[in-house]
């Protein structure tokens, strides 16, 4: 179960709210919600918005994914570009080390 699915369940759950309920106020069916907490889908941009107006608290999971697929695009431009970033005009080498995204963050949030 991904971070974000943990916390939408949690979330609900704190709430005293079946699936069915939170479906209801974010106007998606209870098995929408279910395959949320199941991690089977993602949210939309557009129900991502929704989960954190009803919910603030899951702010922090849905960053912690999004920083997570930072880190996988990284790790592909270094294979799509052999070895180099995609960044313009940068003098990177294969041999740069890559600082993951995630990690990036996390050192900056202590």
Known sequence: MSALANAIRVARERRGLTQGELGAVLKVTQGTVS??????ELPS????VRLVEAMPEILTALAIQELHLLDRIQALERVVFSGKCGCEGCNCSAETPVTPVSAAAQHRAT
């Open 35 to 40: 395959f949320w907490e199941n991690s089977i």
């Open 45 to 48: 941009l557009d129900h991502q």
